[in-house]
């Protein structure tokens, strides 16, 4: 899911709202729901086909935009995200988690792209970080920010490191003490 607060930003929401189901209505989504009131917008849009079942592809999207003209708020979801996980699930153990993994790729694929079209639709100059979605407007926060991310993926894969080789340690303990070989 993709939210996201925008202050100081000169987009009504109703037009942000209105240009989101037009994107969703281009890529061939019916809106199954609609619910509009005083600076609140909320749809459900629906694709459901055999085809897009069997692929694993995009079946439902929630969009959400609250607030007034110089701050509001944008939700998006789309795919299997939370509630929508049980079906996905009863899918993948039917043909062994290639529906899952299929369609956790393609919904998290959809929303990006969605979510790169309405934020540059609203501020063109906004940086998004592709792996979780957050704005910047500065290059330098947006670097800061990456740097994180690498700094987290390099303790990751040193934690992983020495995992594997207590691991390796432990089996080959073990095995020594199980075949017998006493010191």
Not at 11 to 35: H, I
Not at 132 to 147: A, E, I, P, Y
Request: glycine letters at 10%; hydrophobic letters at 40%; proline letters at 2%.
């Amino acid at each position: 899911m993709r939210r996201h607060g925008f202050a100081e930003k000169d987009a009504d929401p109703k037009d942000v709202y209105q240009n989101m189901k037009a994107l969703l209505l281009s890529e061939g989504f019916k809106v199954t729901s609609e619910d509009a009131k005083e600076n609140y917008w909320d749809l459900h849009a629906r694709k459901a086909s055999t085809e897009r079942i069997v692929l694993g592809r995009v079946r439902d999207v929630d969009a959400i935009v609250a607030g007034s003209k110089g701050k509001f708020e944008v939700q998006l979801h789309a795919g299997i995200w939370g509630r929508d996980l049980a079906l996905p699930a009863i899918e993948g153990l039917v043909t062994l988690g290639a529906a899952t993994a299929a369609e956790l790729h393609s919904g998290h694929q959809f929303e990006e792209r969605l979510w790169e079209q309405v934020v540059h639709k609203i501020d063109p100059s906004l940086k998004i970080c592709q792996q979780d979605g957050l704005l910047f407007n500065t290059d330098q926060d947006f670097s800061k920010h990456m740097q994180m991310h690498e700094q987290q993926q390099a303790a990751q894969g040193s934690m992983m490191n020495q995992m594997m080789m207590f691991g390796m340690m432990g089996g080959l303990g073990m095995g020594m003490m199980g075949g017998g070989l006493w010191i």
